[in-house]
Each structure stands twice: as C-alpha cells, then as structure tokens.
C-alpha cells in the first residue's frame, strides 16, 4: 500500500472505532475519546519533532505536560490578594537571594581554573547560597501557605481566559527544555534518556510539594473553561429550541408532561455533546495548526539538516552544521508542543492533579504513539495517538467485557471469576506493551512510514 | 556530655545509618543487574525496576503458598524460603523476554537505542502482568520476628534516651547483599564462564575471535541480573512494603548508581548504590535533635534543620547523577571493562 493509501485507511479506521463506540456505549462516551485523542495526537507531535526529526530520545514528556498543565493554573485563577499581601514581598526577595546565590556559584566557577580548588569553591557557594535561599524562601512560603490553606494557600493566577494558558503552557515548557538541555544535551544518548527521565520526576516532585505554587497534591479544581457550562445550556431559549428542531420525530405525538420529560432529558443530553464538540473544535484547530507547521519545517531545509543530523551526526558536524544547537532548538520546539497538549488536558479536565502524572501514561504511552504511528512522520504521529488512545482507554472495557463473557458460567461469588474481572482492569499496559513490541517487530517503521523528501 | 555525643551517635545511627545501609544494599544489588545487562548487552534496561517487581509478586506468591502450608522459618520471614522460587520466576521472565524481543535486535545488531526502546515495551508487559496477577495496592508479606534489637530493649538495656532499632528485614537484606556479591566476584574472577563475560564486556569481536560462545555469555548475564533483581526486589519488598509502582520509581536511583560507579564495574555499582542512599538519607534527614544533642544550649536551631523535604528524594539521586555526569562522565571507577 501507498504512503496515502495506509493513512487513509489508518484514519478509516480510527473513525469506524469512534462510530463503534458512540453506537455501542454512548456519543458522550465516544466525544471523550475523540477530545483526549486530539490532545495525545498534539502530544505524540512534539514527541515526534524531537524523535522522528531529530533522534532525541527524550524520556521526560511528563515534566512538559506537567508545566503546560502548571500555566493553566497560573494564567485562569482568580489572583488570592491576601496570600500575594502576605508573602509577595517576600517571595520576590527569594527570588533576588536565589539570583545572588546564583551569582556567588557562577563567579567562582568561571574565574578559577579547573581544578580541586574549583570544585571546593564552587561546593561552599552553593552550600552558602542555599543557605541564603532558605531563609528568605521558607518564611515567604509559610506566610502564603498560611492564608485560608482549606480553600487556597496558594498565590492563584492572573485571572485571565484560559486559552491564553496553551501558549503560556508552550513557553513554560519551552524555558524548562532549554535549561534542561543546557545540562543534558551534551551527553550520550542513552544517559540523556535517563538524564531526562530523572528530571521529569524531580518536576512532579516540585509540582506536588510547592503547596504555594499550585496547591500541591491539594489541586486546583473549577479551572475557568473556554466553552459553556452545561447548565447554562440547558436554561438557554436558542439551545431549546435547537434541541427541539433536531429531535421533531422523536418529541412528535407524545402528551404534555412527557413532551416536556422528553424534551428535558434530549436538552440534558445535548448539552453535554455541545460542550464536548466545542472543546473538539478548539483542540482539533489546534492539532491542525501544529501538523501544518511540523509539516513545513520538515519539508524546510531546516527539516532537511535534522534529518541529516540524525541520521549521521559526525558526518554533519563535519559539514558545518552545528549538532548542540540544533538538537537544543528542536529539544525545545518539541517541548513547547507537548507543554501546549499538557496545557489543553488540564483544561479540558477542569482541574490539575499533580497525583495523576505518572511516566507509564504521559511519558511512555506517548512514545508508543510515536513509534506505533511511524516516526519521522507528522500524520503517523497523529494517527498513533488516535489508535494507541483508543485502545487504552477502550482495553479496559473490552476486558471486562470478554471476562465476564468467558465466566458467564461460574456463580457470581465465584473467588476466581472476582480476581479475573479485578485483574481484567490492568490489562491496557500489557496490551500496550504487546503492540509497541509487536509494531516495532514487524513494522519497525510505523502504520504511516517516514516519506523521504528531497 | 559525654552521654549526648552517646545519644546523638545513637540517633544518626538509628535514622540515618541503619535504613541506609539496607536500602544502599538493595539499590546496589539492582544496580548490579542494570550494569551488567549495560555492559555485556550493551543497552539501557528500562525494564529492569518492573523485572524486580515480577520477581517479588513471585516471592509474594510463594510466600503466601506456604504460610498456607504451615511452612515457616520461625523468627526469619518466610520469604527467604520463597526467594528461590522468585530467583527462578524473574529468570524465567528475563530469558522470555530475551527470546522473544530482545534476541532479534541483537543478532540484527541494532542500535542500543532501539532496544532501549524495546525494553520500554518489556517494561509494559512486565507492569501489566504484575498488576493483573497481585493487584495495584500495597501487599505486606514479612512474617517472623520484627525486630532483632527493639527501641525500648536497647533503651532499657543500655540506659540511653535514644533508642536504637534494628529490623531483622534490615540484617537480612545486608547479609544476603554481602553473600550474592561475593558469589558474583568470585564467579566473575575465578570461573572460565565468567572470565568469557569480562572478555566479552571488555572487547566483543576479541572474545569471539577467542572463542567465547556468545549464547552463553548473554544467557548467563540475564540469569545473574534477573537473580540479583528478584533478591534485591524482594528485600526491599520485606523492608518496606510491596507496591508495584515504587518499583518502576527505583529505575532512577538504580540507573545513577549504576552510572556513577561506571557502567560494567560491579564494584563501582555496589559503591554507587551506597553512595545514593547514602545521600538520600542524609540529606532529607531533620538534624534538629542531633544537633541538640551535640551542640552548646545557647546555639540549639528552632528549625528542623532538614536539608530538604524527604519528596525530594530523587532528586539527590539525580543531582549526584548530573555531578558525575560532568565531572568524570566514565563513572567514579572508569567503566566499560567489566
């Protein structure tokens, strides 16, 4: 089959499963998937940039999502006045002891030369600077942690619409990659998988902890949202009467109080797909000005030079190409992309959770995406979010499903057929896992292979 | 005086030292396993923190067959009987995996990224079925005596205010790392099986040229990493508690030992393991009472004198991890010869 040929059955394919589960469990149901796979797809592009153009094999997708998820909260709450009253001062003169603990570090390590006394130098200036750092840092902490810590205790944010946030997610994620790889571009691939790895872990850490940030693991919920509420909706004329117009058939010929139970219901149930497709707009112009622009710098010499760096690196080096800049920019633009999805899931869920980012769902379950959907290729990447989400979030039902089908049988205590339905529910890393060895096997390079363009 | 330098020694000894020393010799014996399967297979196992869980869910089967039995070890845990059982499960789930995945990518030469990635598919599967069989929750399998020496016993005894308490799980753990270590130096150095998985480690195409069947030289490596991944898994599961996911967050840890001893030195993953925990421990510990303890009444801290929070953890790790890194990028012991 042609390149095109396998996308479009691909997408076929993926739409026949969506149509499948909005007949077999719900539209709802199927509107859900369809918007997470919309942010996975974002999602596996960034993971793409850096690993289909460039070779990156950055394992720290987590911390990205995370810091975009970070913007919503600070870009969409309300600003606490009391808390930035009590500890505002005093946080930005933290933030100036940190500038200077900085300065003291820096000084020594670029006057002195290499050397044993370099290093002690540079120790006891850290030591001295986190010193410095604490004892501004902690009481600002404690005063902003103090106000009202069962409702907020956090300084909140700017208060401003949160689609604002998606970019500032992408600039949050953006600065973190360049700091990060300031420190860990240089090194071997393999110790800058697990250089990234470790960083992406210790980003969690500070998310839950820095209750003065984001509330920690107390969340933030009730985000702002860019589309209406349902209730809202549901009290609307205009949103009625379009639900009555679309359901004439089924509202015709019924009595007074089961025309108006009717109606309510259908107004209830339409409301909730409202809100669900608005956000899939959103999400669906988003991916498809991210594809459009991933697709140009591919096909841009741009493009051209990473692909030549990734596939030789000595031999682009020797033609000129700087290999530590150009991995640090495609490091970053890459980040930026997931930092915009991390941002627009923390939307769409209305609420951040710092419990809920582990490495088996935002960081490998992505890279599955990529590998799955064929590296090196935009539309491969999109269509293995949309295959790889579906099937996640699909694996679990589908379990069940099977189990309880097999076990029909037994009796309904029957210990066995308990652990089965039980065990039925961890089954999406297995089937996870099959898939990405089984692609990786026998397809190694993806559903939607990487097109080789002049 | 006299008497608070006692005290504070006690003190450390019980907080810092002691869990350390344990939980060093569990990070150093997975180390081992990641360092090897790094040097002689030459790629980054992902997998290996899921290997360790699957071996302990076997312990924990095992063990639980025969508490069922009635079978016990009386004051030891019954989960030294089952470790065999575990040692067998994880070896069977390593050479599985290897036929199955890993095999293919080696004899087609792939590239160490690649298996890399594939033992990210591995780590998957091995997650799924730990879960699937024993469940996502806490599971506590230690049984027998608790304690060696008791907090109250060693107060009582010794007429100290500070107690010192020593889990039998903590001996263990130390007394099976000393054994498995010295079992695999002395394999390593003294057995022609051994001396082939240096030369192999050392220069590939060499010790093929010589001889060395490389079969046996990779089957051997998965049996000793998967045997030292079910011991140190289920040590850490009877010291702590059995949770599938901590396993997959000892990844990094075990990775910065591995690396800052310098990958295929064994002896340098023992001194990194130690080294990490080491660090770990002391840095998220709270000073407040020791320096009570040691220091003058007018000099005593009202803080808790605590470096940093214990949620960060990792991160000590890591920054050691980054140190090295850039400072001597071939580990503390120069690696790659094993």
Redesign the interface.
């Given at each position: 089959m042609s390149t095109n040929a396998r996308a479009a059955f691909g997408f076929a394919v993926v739409a026949a499963a969506l149509l499948a589960v909005g007949l077999g469990q719900s539209w709802s149901v199927s509107l859900a998937v369809l918007n997470l796979c919309l942010i996975s797809a974002v999602m596996a592009l960034g993971v793409n940039i850096q690993w289909g153009y460039a070779?990156l094999?950055n394992v720290g997708t987590m911390a990205f999502a995370a810091l975009g998820g970070l913007a919503a909260v600070l870009v969409s709450q309300p600003p606490v006045h009391a808390a930035v009253a009590a500890g505002g001062v005093k946080l930005l003169a933290a933030g100036a002891a940190a500038c200077l603990a900085a300065g003291l570090v820096w000084y020594p390590y670029r006057r002195l030369p290499r050397g044993a006394p370099r290093?002690v130098a540079v120790a006891l200036a850290a030591a001295v600077g986190?010193f410095i750092v604490g004892v501004f840092f902690?009481p600002a902490v404690e005063a902003i942690e103090a106000v009202d810590p069962s409702t907020s205790g956090y300084l909140g944010g700017l208060g401003l619409p949160i689609v604002l946030s998606w970019a500032v997610g992408g600039l949050f994620a953006a600065g973190a990659a360049w700091a990060i790889g300031r420190?860990?571009l240089g090194?071997r691939?393999?110790?800058f998988?697990?250089?990234t790895?470790?960083?992406s872990?210790?980003v969690i850490?500070v998310l839950?902890?820095e209750d003065w940030l984001a509330r920690g693991v107390k969340n933030v919920t009730g985000l702002d949202r860019p589309v209406p509420y349902e209730v809202d909706l549901q009290q609307a004329g205009w949103f009625v009467d379009l639900v009555r117009s679309l359901n004439g058939k089924t509202l015709a010929g019924l009595t007074e109080a089961e025309y108006a139970g009717m109606l309510r219901d259908l107004t209830v149930e339409a409301s909730g797909i409202f809100v669900k497709l608005c956000y899939a707009g959103l999400f669906l112009a988003v991916l498809l000005v991210v594809l459009a622009l991933s697709e140009r710098a591919l096909r841009s010499p741009w493009g051209r030079m990473m692909r030549a760096i990734r596939d030789n690196e000595t031999a682009a080096e020797a033609l000129g190409k700087d290999v530590y800049r150009r991995h640090m920019q495609v490091f970053v633009l890459g980040s930026a992309v997931i930092g915009v999805a991390g941002a627009m899931l923390v939307t769409l869920d209305g609420q951040f959770t710092p419990n809920s980012y582990?490495?088996?769902r935002f960081t490998?379950l992505i890279?599955?995406m990529v590998?799955v959907g064929g590296s090196g290729n935009n539309l491969g990447a999109v269509l293995g979010g949309f295959i790889v989400w579906i099937s996640w979030i699909e694996a679990e039902p589908l379990a069940l499903w099977t189990v309880d089908a097999v076990t029909a049988a037994m009796a309904s205590d029957d210990p066995i057929r308990a652990r089965l339905i039980?065990?039925?529910a961890?089954?999406?890393?297995?089937?996870?896992?099959?898939i990405?060895?089984l692609v990786?096997?026998f397809s190694p390079r993806g559903v939607i292979p990487e097109t080789v363009g002049r | 005086m006299d008497v608070d330098i006692v005290n504070a020694a006690v003190l450390l000894a019980n907080f810092v030292v002691v869990p350390a020393i344990a939980y060093g010799s569990q990070l150093a014996l997975g180390a081992l396993g990641i360092t090897l399967v790094y040097g002689i297979l030459r790629f980054a196992n992902f997998s290996h923190g899921d290997l360790m869980a699957f071996g302990t869910m076997v312990a924990i089967l095992a063990t639980w067959q025969f508490q069922a039995w009635g079978i016990g070890l009386g004051l030891l845990p019954t989960a030294l009987l089952a470790l065999p059982v575990a040692i067998a499960g994880a070896v069977i789930a390593a050479l599985a995996a290897d036929r199955t995945v890993f095999r293919f990518y080696r004899v087609r030469r792939s590239a160490p990224m690649v298996l890399s990635i594939a033992s990210v598919g591995v780590m998957f599967v091995l997650n799924g079925v730990v879960r699937v069989i024993v469940g996502p929750d806490d599971r506590s399998f230690s049984d027998g005596a608790r304690y060696l020496i008791n907090a109250r016993e060693f107060k009582t005894l010794t007429g100290l205010s500070e107690g010192l308490s020593i889990r039998t799980s903590q001996v263990l753990t130390l007394a099976l790392a000393v054994l498995a270590v010295a079992a695999l130096f002395w394999f390593l150095r003294y057995t022609r099986a051994g001396k082939a998985m240096r030369a192999y480690s050392d220069n590939e195409d060499l010790a093929l040229l010589s001889g060395v069947e490389p079969d046996r030289v990779v089957l051997l490596t998965w049996v000793i990493a998967a045997a030292l991944a079910a011991i140190a898994g289920t040590l850490y599961g009877l010291d702590k508690s059995f949770q599938p996911f901590t396993y997959l967050q000892l990844l990094l840890p075990m990775f910065a030992a591995a690396i800052v001893g310098g990958i295929g030195q064994p002896l340098g993953a023992i001194a990194g393991g130690f080294l990490v925990a080491f660090s770990e421990i002391a840095i998220t510990y709270p000073y407040k009472k020791f320096l009570h303890y040691v220091l003058p009444e007018n000099l005593r801290p009202d803080g808790l004198v605590q470096l940093l929070s214990t949620d960060y953890k990792l991160s000590v790790s890591f920054a050691i991890l980054v140190v090295v890194l850039l400072w001597r990028p071939a580990g503390l012991f120069r690696g790659r010869v094993l």
């Open positions: 070779g094999f290093a986190f902690d420190v860990a090194l691939a393999d110790y998988a697990i250089a790895l470790g960083i872990e210790i850490a839950k902890n582990n490495p088996l490998f890279w599955v590998i039980e065990g039925a961890h089954v999406r890393p297995i089937l996870m896992g099959t990405l060895l990786m096997r | -």
